[in-house]
């Protein structure tokens, strides 16, 4: 029993690194139509920046709060310059610009820190401690922190500020939103800020836990896209659920099937799950569908 | 208002990077100049190693250390009266390239003998050109599938997983340790421990009781760890390269993880210490003897080698040589020593390199007709690590 819980706990953790990284993909998708792949960069380099603004004797918070700072000033450069530069480019095109800055920003990392793996010391302390005899990492708990965090604050500002109600209607109607003087290219721009932010915080707070380097952010990547389609595309809390449950899944699927096989386990769960359900398990927000 | 934010903040963030960039850009300038040893026709050898690509924090360092002893040789007279000239190719950790590489260097360059590469991949394809052509080749290569099966004129310096298995399994025979667990990475490395840790756990009488796999890149093993936990293994077998490696030190804490870990000499470098920090501490690990170059007893065959060699790196590179500078070195140091024994007739080196004894920095070779690697698990050593170095366990 211990072991289950064991399990459980260990797959929430990586549940919600997979969440973090699956609501910054919606965030862009809601407002643009636009899949952006270079999501899991934003968290390597939250995590790499992180490293080496510490490198350089920055103070441990002011180093993440800089990382952060840095990484969303990099979503923001990145639509104002790439995406939106490229006017009437339709979304598929631009979801493929996404992969070619993607891989940019691993050459430019690879050149900058090398292929070597770096470090990060936990927020608080190294000493895990025991609950009902289930060992948990002090870092686990500041992850869950941030991923709740992250996922209140987002739902606040998207349905309870002005803001949220801006970006909400250029989702479901960029032209209508247009003619109310809103600006359908500040919202998508304001969309990547915030993925660039929340992809920083998940890359700062897992570094810890394991190590970071230049291509953390494929793998992180592929896993919170998966979230994402699996809790149905533009759904945040479907994206969340679903992130957890494929951490958990997998996690079990290492413990008691095959620890070789345990990325095989997690995606046939979730090919089986879109073949019984293909619009994920929250169902797609069908308002104003473009894109994919 | 966004463009004077985006301005403001573009020049810092230019300037960190470039500061970053001339950092890492470290000099790697073609050498290779034959010495002064007389006006005889120097001896030519070819050299390739991964100079750039994934390989390259092998290849370079094997590089300086040959470019390091072709000065020594050749201030010291050279072979048989006449200078070593190495000339270098980089294979860009690639395959295809070093076969390319090593073409040229024989057609063109007209090389008597090669030593490389750094990975096994280029090696493996080296090997198959040189043997056609023989040209004898000493290979930097882990992979026991390099002299295995013995292939006439190839042969290579670094140990392998067998010795590293063999040299785990016996400090367990002497701690009375017979259940054992493995966690390996599902790369051609791990893969390769797993299947030597099986093939000769039941010569030492121990048992396997788990056997679990990670991806090189996973953020997370605390599952396949929570398994381990839930058996009665007595120890923990790490076969990775880094991370992996320290990622599992660090969680199997986090677990509390009581039973000792040892680790390949995959992770045995300065990185993973660095990456794992206080979890660290008690780790074992099984590695070349160079890993600890100021703890070798000074009765050791090759404490006056290491010396030699860890006191002349320093100096020529203001850095510790790790165990693959010390492949490049004792690569061509047998080589030379064939060469010396064959009388400078690189035709012969085929059939005389097949009779080296040689003490090296890595171990003491003993080159036979069976045995184109010549080193036992007895040259590697186990380590632990304590207040964050390694120490030898007597």
């Given at each position: 029993?211990?072991?289950?819980?064991?399990?459980?706990?260990?797959?929430?953790?990586s549940?919600?690194?997979?969440?973090?990284?699956?609501?910054?993909?919606?965030?862009?998708?809601?407002?643009?139509?636009?899949?952006?792949?270079?999501?899991?960069?934003?968290?390597?380099?939250?995590?790499?920046?992180?490293?080496?603004?510490?490198?350089?004797?920055?103070?441990?918070?002011?180093?993440?709060?800089?990382?952060?700072?840095?990484?969303?000033?990099?979503?923001?450069?990145?639509?104002?310059?790439?995406?939106?530069?490229v006017?009437?480019?339709?979304?598929?095109?631009l979801i493929?610009?996404?992969?070619?800055?993607?891989?940019?920003?691993?050459?430019?990392?690879?050149?900058?820190?090398?292929?070597?793996?770096?470090?990060?010391?936990?927020?608080?302390?190294?000493?895990?401690?025991?609950?009902?005899?289930?060992?948990?990492?002090?870092?686990?708990?500041?992850?869950?922190?941030?991923?709740?965090?992250?996922?209140?604050?987002?739902?606040?500002?998207?349905?309870?500020?002005?803001?949220?109600?801006?970006?909400?209607?250029?989702?479901?109607?960029?032209?209508?939103?247009?003619?109310?003087?809103i600006?359908?290219?500040?919202?998508?721009?304001?969309?990547?800020?915030?993925?660039?932010?929340?992809?920083?915080?998940?890359?700062?707070?897992?570094?810890?836990?394991?190590?970071?380097?230049?291509?953390?952010?494929?793998?992180?990547?592929?896993?919170?896209?998966?979230?994402?389609?699996?809790?149905?595309?533009?759904?945040?809390?479907?994206?969340?659920?679903?992130?957890?449950?494929?951490g958990?899944?997998?996690?079990?699927?290492?413990?008691?099937?095959?620890?070789?096989?345990?990325?095989?386990?997690?995606?046939?769960?979730?090919?089986?799950?879109?073949?019984?359900?293909?619009?994920?398990?929250?169902?797609?927000?069908s308002?104003?569908?473009?894109?994919? | 208002?966004?463009?004077?934010?985006?301005?403001?903040?573009?020049f810092?963030?230019?300037?960190?990077?470039?500061?970053?960039?001339?950092?890492?850009?470290?000099?790697?300038?073609?050498?290779?100049?034959?010495?002064?040893?007389?006006g005889?026709?120097?001896?030519?050898?070819?050299a390739?190693?991964?100079?750039?690509?994934?390989?390259?924090?092998?290849?370079?360092?094997?590089?300086?250390?040959?470019?390091?002893?072709?000065?020594?040789?050749?201030?010291?007279?050279?072979?048989?009266?006449?200078?070593?000239?190495?000339?270098?190719?980089?294979?860009?950790?690639?395959?295809?390239?070093?076969?390319?590489?090593?073409?040229?260097?024989?057609?063109?360059?007209?090389?008597?003998?090669?030593?490389?590469?750094?990975?096994?991949?280029?090696?493996?394809?080296?090997?198959?050109?040189?043997?056609?052509?023989?040209?004898?080749?000493?290979?930097?290569?882990?992979?026991?599938?390099?002299t295995?099966?013995?292939?006439?004129?190839?042969?290579?310096?670094?140990?392998?997983?067998?010795?590293?298995?063999?040299?785990?399994?016996?400090?367990?025979?002497?701690k009375?340790?017979?259940?054992?667990?493995?966690?390996?990475?599902?790369?051609?490395?791990?893969?390769?421990?797993?299947?030597?840790?099986?093939?000769?756990?039941?010569?030492?009488?121990?048992?396997?009781?788990?056997?679990?796999?990670?991806?090189?890149?996973?953020?997370?093993?605390?599952?396949?760890?929570?398994?381990?936990?839930?058996?009665?293994?007595?120890?923990?077998?790490?076969?990775?390269?880094?991370?992996?490696?320290?990622?599992?030190?660090?969680?199997?804490k986090?677990?509390?993880?009581s039973?000792?870990?040892?680790?390949?000499?995959?992770?045995?470098?300065?990185?993973?210490?660095?990456?794992?920090?206080?979890?660290?501490?008690?780790?074992?690990?099984?590695?070349?003897?160079?890993?600890?170059?100021?703890?070798?007893?000074a009765?050791?065959?090759?404490?006056a080698?290491?010396?030699?060699?860890?006191?002349g790196?320093?100096?020529?590179?203001?850095?510790?040589?790790?165990?693959?500078?010390?492949?490049?070195?004792?690569?061509?140091?047998?080589?030379?020593?064939?060469?010396?024994?064959?009388?400078?007739?690189?035709?012969?080196?085929?059939?005389?390199?097949?009779?080296?004894?040689?003490?090296?920095?890595?171990?003491?070779?003993?080159?036979?007709?069976?045995?184109?690697?010549?080193?036992?698990?007895?040259?590697?050593?186990?380590?632990?690590?304590?207040?964050?170095?390694?120490?030898?366990?007597?």
């Amino acid at each position: 029993m211990t072991e289950l819980l064991q399990y459980v706990a260990n797959g929430l953790v990586s549940g919600g690194i997979y969440a973090i990284v699956a609501v910054g993909f919606i965030t862009i998708y809601n407002v643009s139509k636009v899949i952006n792949l270079a999501q899991g960069e934003f968290l390597m380099l939250g995590g790499m920046v992180t490293v080496a603004m510490i490198g350089m004797n920055v103070p441990y918070a002011l180093a993440a709060f800089l990382a952060i700072l840095i990484v969303t000033l990099i979503g923001v450069l990145m639509q104002k310059y790439v995406i939106a530069y490229v006017k009437k480019a339709s979304p598929i095109s631009l979801i493929i610009l996404t992969i070619g800055i993607s891989t940019l920003i691993r050459g430019l990392a690879s050149l900058i820190w090398g292929k070597d793996a770096y470090s990060l010391d936990p927020i608080t302390s190294n000493q895990p401690f025991s609950l009902g005899g289930v060992n948990i990492a002090q870092q686990s708990v500041w992850i869950l922190a941030a991923v709740l965090i992250v996922l209140f604050l987002l739902w606040y500002l998207m349905d309870k500020t002005m803001l949220g109600k801006k970006i909400n209607a250029c989702s479901v109607n960029p032209m209508a939103a247009r003619l109310m003087g809103i600006s359908p290219a500040k919202m998508s721009m304001l969309a990547f800020g915030i993925s660039g932010a929340t992809g920083a915080i998940a890359g700062i707070v897992i570094a810890p836990l394991s190590v970071t380097s230049y291509d953390i952010g494929v793998l992180l990547g592929i896993k919170g896209f998966s979230a994402a389609i699996l809790g149905g595309l533009g759904n945040p809390l479907g994206a969340a659920v679903a992130a957890f449950i494929l951490g958990i899944v997998e996690s079990l699927g290492a413990g008691y099937i095959s620890s070789g096989m345990k990325d095989a386990i997690a995606f046939l769960v979730l090919i089986v799950m879109l073949l019984v359900k293909p619009s994920g398990i929250f169902g797609e927000r069908s308002v104003g569908k473009g894109g994919l | 208002m966004k463009k004077n934010q985006s301005r403001k903040w573009l020049f810092p963030i230019a300037l960190a990077s470039m500061v970053l960039l001339s950092a890492c850009g470290g000099g790697a300038k073609p050498a290779a100049e034959a010495g002064a040893a007389g006006g005889k026709e120097p001896i030519k050898l070819g050299a390739v190693f991964s100079l750039t690509g994934p390989n390259s924090p092998l290849g370079v360092p094997e590089k300086q250390a040959v470019e390091m002893l072709v000065k020594e040789i050749n201030g010291a007279g050279g072979v048989d009266g006449r200078p070593v000239e190495v000339v270098f190719e980089d294979d860009k950790s690639d395959n295809t390239e070093a076969v390319k590489a090593v073409k040229k260097l024989v057609s063109k360059e007209k090389v008597v003998a090669l030593l490389g590469s750094s990975g096994s991949g280029p090696s493996l394809g080296m090997a198959e050109f040189s043997q056609a052509e023989k040209i004898p080749l000493i290979s930097m290569a882990a992979a026991d599938q390099m002299t295995n099966p013995v292939r006439a004129g190839i042969f290579k310096t670094p140990h392998t997983d067998v010795h590293g298995t063999k040299r785990i399994y016996k400090y367990l025979k002497e701690k009375g340790i017979t259940k054992i667990a493995l966690l390996n990475d599902s790369n051609p490395y791990g893969s390769g421990w797993t299947q030597q840790l099986q093939k000769y756990a039941p010569e030492y009488g121990i048992t396997i009781v788990a056997e679990e796999k990670y991806g090189t890149k996973d953020p997370s093993m605390s599952s396949q760890l929570t398994k381990i936990k839930g058996t009665d293994a007595q120890a923990l077998i790490v076969a990775g390269t880094n991370p992996g490696p320290a990622t599992i030190v660090k969680e199997a804490k986090q677990l509390n993880l009581s039973i000792p870990i040892i680790s390949s000499h995959g992770s045995a470098n300065s990185k993973f210490l660095e990456l794992v920090g206080d979890a660290g501490e008690g780790v074992l690990m099984v590695a070349g003897k160079l890993l600890v170059s100021d703890q070798i007893a000074a009765d050791d065959p090759q404490a006056a080698i290491v010396k030699k060699f860890v006191d002349g790196y320093k100096a020529a590179y203001n850095v510790e040589p790790d165990g693959f500078a010390g492949y490049g070195y004792d690569g061509l140091n047998l080589m030379v020593e064939g060469l010396k024994q064959a009388g400078g007739d690189a035709s012969k080196l085929n059939e005389v390199l097949e009779k080296v004894k040689y003490v090296g920095v890595t171990g003491e070779f003993v080159f036979s007709a069976e045995d184109h690697n010549g080193l036992t698990e007895d040259s590697m050593i186990m380590v632990e690590v304590k207040d964050g170095k390694f120490q030898i366990l007597k």
